[in-house]
């Protein structure tokens, strides 16, 4: 299973940005995708998960401001956020969780929230 991340980027603080994860291979291993990120000095950090069955779970700081989300067509996870603030910035990755107990990390894509 291969995860690309993409869709980070330079935003000001109440803006918005989408980030993608397109998943290829043996996706039909797969149970669930997450996104965690990683801030500068901090530790990675989940952020918000989807199940195959399209259940959904956010971090507090973040629910009501970030959607996460599947089209099955693409084999795309995207993760929206709206109303960013500075203490978004962070380095955001995806990962598959494999129904073999395996997890499957993508390449992080950068997000910076600054005016």
């Known amino acids: 299973v291969q995860l690309q991340a993409s869709g980070g980027g330079l935003v000001q603080p109440g803006g918005s940005l989408r980030l993608s994860c397109a998943t290829s291979?043996?996706?039909?291993?797969?149970?669930?995708w997450d996104w965690f990120r990683q801030g500068p000095g901090k530790q990675r950090e989940p952020v918000a998960s989807?199940?195959?069955?399209?259940?959904?779970n956010y971090k507090d700081s973040v629910r009501g401001r970030f959607t996460i989300s599947r089209d099955n067509a693409k084999n795309t996870v995207y993760l929206q956020m709206n109303s960013l603030k500075s203490e978004d910035t962070a380095a955001y990755y995806c990962?598959?969780?494999?129904?073999?107990?395996?997890?499957?990390w993508g390449q992080g894509t950068l997000v910076t929230v600054s005016s």
């Open positions: 291979g043996s996706i039909s291993s797969i149970i669930a």
């Open positions: 989807i199940t195959t069955g399209g259940i959904t």
């Open positions: 990962r598959a969780s494999s129904n073999r107990g395996g997890y499957y």
